[in-house]
């Protein structure tokens, strides 16, 4: 009986190990088979990180197709900083605390949060310091970045060497949180060339914090920060891709698990071409301020625009150093700033415009007689030829006005044209006017009239003496030297107004055509009343400035070549020191032109003598290009600006005797330079992240081979 009650309490311990073992087995193949994928991502997911690639920007190019603008390779370190404090709490058991001050609903409160700064210079720059890999940085940019944008990796390094990328390839750097990326970063070909068009990037002010919410770590898109990169930042900008990192059982980054490339922009072609702004900028540095455009009168392409002293935006990639940027923000002849866009007194180049609004009015076959000067009220307004030389052009007619420039004639010709007449033409120009072309720092300068006059100056009136003012280009009258290039093409063609084309289309990067940019009339001039014979007084006026005895810019003469154009000499004061804005503006060759420039040198003697022999060289060397001379294109160092005063310019060649064209009446400012748009400064070391550096063992102290760091961090 006993024996039997033992075999029973066997038999029941024996079903309720084998039902044991069969729950056991049941839950096993629940978790490992039946629901096996499920777990196992669990398991991969808690080991892996997910990183946003940055999208890939397209190119800027030229209406060659060569790029201007495109992307290389960029290694990188990067301080995943969450890591690095999960790291540190692992193997300490607490993170060290840091102590701030902050404003939270308008009062002074106190706050903590992980000493980042402590950690990476406990745990990271040590064995950085053993590889020779250590560099300074800004521990405050470091705590801020902690505090603000934890999402996005700090960057520690930047554009690393081969020399350092090959000792992080070479060794087990073995911390957490520390990872090289590569990145594709902004290069600007052709360096400082077209600087003031294409503009340069940066990072954004602002992440979507959505779009990051979707990773574990956030790698930003570049944005453009000014001109074209930044107008049409929408098109250029890609589409980001993902990559996936296995993390270790310590929380250090391994290997890759998979990835998601980038997809590359749309590219933006430009009307430029790189040959003629090569030309016009090399050109330009025979001054220290000035500015140039060249455009197709045919259909207002700018083919080149130009702006001295200048900058290399290559500079700003992947950021600027604060010195740099104080450097570049602090001097005084604004090399940031695009002179092409700016304001100025146009002087003699605006009896143009007048000599059209007296076409319009009907008064161009009427004669005027120089005197040396005209009286208006108890003012007397002088002739040019009467203040230097003591004399008179007498009686003249508007083609041998414009080719004298005689002020006298214009003083009369402009109030027999009325004011009315010369704001309507400049109107039909696009004086006073934006031309909505896709940069920033554009002015519209100043159409001046009476109900300009009564808006800007309601305390004056409108006299007589203003209307011979703005009829030599003075007074309050301002404009662009691309505004001036766009009223020369109109009379180089003949009467169409065009609007000018920078951009010619944004192409996909499988070459279909997202976009063309069509070329747009601004006005027809017949339609204002300026048929084409009657431009054709103010053509040949303008051959004569040139080609004929008499003229003020025989500079200007080409060989084989007809240009015309027309000088201007704006008396400008830079404080107590004289500072002229002296002009050119000329088309060619003059039976079928192809080509008109506007030139402006700040700083020089005058029209005829310094900006004339600029625009010459720049039609000569262009005409040469079209007979087969090779423009063999290279990167440019920035133009260096300068205060000196300019009283010829000679390219190797005999310059006649200048004419001083436009002494003026009044003297008229320019525009102040507009605001520039911030990139991204890289700041300078402070002392919490000023690192020790290794110190060299005995046998690089004695052989040399102990060389010195760069003490530069974020690079």
């Known amino acids: 009986m006993i024996r039997r009650s033992h075999q029973f309490r066997i038999a029941v311990l024996a079903i309720i190990a084998l039902a044991g073992f069969c729950l056991l087995i049941g839950r096993l193949w629940y978790v490992q088979v039946a629901r096996g994928a499920e777990y196992t991502s669990r398991i991969r997911s808690a080991s892996q990180v997910s990183v946003r690639l940055p999208a890939v920007r397209g190119e800027i190019l030229d ?99 081969f020399e350092t990328m090959a000792k992080f390839a070479e060794h087990d750097i073995g911390l957490a949180g520390v990872n090289v990326t590569v990145r594709p970063v902004r290069r600007y070909v052709y360096g400082a060339l077209a600087a003031h068009i294409l503009g340069y990037v940066g990072n954004p002010e602002e992440i979507d914090k959505e779009d990051a919410a979707r990773y574990n770590f956030y790698q930003p898109d570049s944005e453009g920060k000014a001109q074209i990169e930044m107008m049409f930042d929408g098109d250029l900008r890609g589409q980001a891709g993902a990559r996936i990192l296995q993390r270790n059982a310590k929380g250090v980054i391994e290997g890759e698990a998979g990835i998601r490339p980038p997809k590359r922009g749309n590219n933006v072609q430009l009307t430029l071409d790189a040959r003629i702004q090569y030309i016009v900028e090399q050109a330009l540095r025979a001054v220290g301020r000035a500015a140039a455009v ?15 002293p200048s900058y290399d935006p290559n500079s700003f990639i992947p950021a600027i150093s604060s010195a740099d940027w104080t450097a570049l923000t602090k001097d005084p002849t ?132 203003q209307t011979a003012n703005v009829s030599i280009g003075q007074g309050y009258v301002l404009a662009t030297p691309l505004q001036m290039a766009m009223v020369v093409a109109a009379v180089a063609n003949r009467g169409t107004a065009y609007y000018p084309r920078l951009v010619d289309k944004v192409i996909a990067p499988d070459g279909t055509v997202v976009r063309q940019e069509p070329v747009k009339v601004r006005s ?28 003020t810019a025989r500079a200007a003469r080409i060989k084989n070549h007809e240009v015309a154009g027309k000088t201007g000499t704006a008396q400008f004061w830079r404080g107590t020191v004289k500072d002229n804005h002296t002009w050119f503006v000329a088309f060619a060759p003059f039976e079928a032109p192809r080509y008109a420039v506007a030139v402006i040198v700040q700083g020089a003697h005058s029209g005829g003598g310094v900006a004339a022999p600029i625009a010459a060289k720049i039609l000569s060397d262009i005409f040469k290009m ?74 690089q102290r004695i052989f040399g081979g102990g060389k010195k760091k760069e003490k530069s961090a974020n690079r």
């Open 63 to 161: 209406r060659h197709g060569h790029p201007l603008a495109q992307n290389r390779v960029s290694n990188a370190v990067e301080f995943y900083l969450p890591d690095m404090v999960r790291d540190y709490r692992t193997r300490y058991g607490s993170v060290p605390q840091h102590t701030y001050r902050t404003t939270v609903r308008g009062m002074m409160v106190e706050k903590s949060e992980a000493d980042i700064v402590k950690i990476v210079n406990e745990t990271v720059i040590p064995r950085l310091r053993e590889l020779g890999l250590e560099r300074d940085y800004n521990a405050n940019q470091l705590r801020l970045h902690f505090r603000n944008n934890i999402e996005v990796p700090f960057t520690y390094l930047e554009d690393l060497d």
């Open 294 to 308: 060249v455009v197709d009168p045919n259909n207002g392409d700018i083919l080149a625009m130009a702006s001295v």
């Open 334 to 465: 604004d090399p940031l700033v695009n002179r092409a866009l700016g304001a100025y007194a146009p002087g003699s180049t605006y009896k143009i415009p007048t000599a059209l609004a007296g076409i319009q009015a009907g008064v161009e076959d009427r004669r005027f007689n120089c005197g040396g000067g005209v009286q208006y009220g108890d003012k007397f307004m002088a002739c040019w030829i009467g203040t230097q030389k003591g004399g008179s052009h007498g009686m003249l007619d508007l083609e041998n006005a414009i080719r004298v420039s005689c002020n006298g004639f214009f003083y009369q010709y402009g109030n027999a044209a009325g004011i009315d007449h010369i704001v309507s033409v400049g109107q039909l120009l696009g004086l006073g006017q934006k031309t909505g072309i896709p940069l920033t720092g554009e002015s519209a300068g100043i159409l001046p009239g009476p109900e300009w006059m009564a808006t800007a100056r309601p305390r004056e009136r409108w006299t007589s003496g």
């Open 524 to 551: 027809n001039l017949s339609e204002g009343g300026l048929p084409p014979e009657k431009i054709d007084i103010v053509r040949r006026g303008m051959w004569d400035v040139v080609n004929r005895d008499g003229g």
């Open 626 to 699: 079209e007979e087969g001379e090779k423009v063999e294109v290279v990167a440019l160092e920035p133009a260096k600006g300068s205060f000196q005063f300019v009283h010829n310019v000679d390219f190797g060649r005999p310059i006649p005797a200048a004419f001083a064209d436009a002494p003026p009446a009044d003297i008229a400012a320019s525009e102040g330079p507009p605001p520039v748009t911030q990139p991204n400064v890289r700041p300078e070391a402070d002392a919490e992240g000023t690192v020790e550096k290794k110190k060299p063992g005995l046998f």
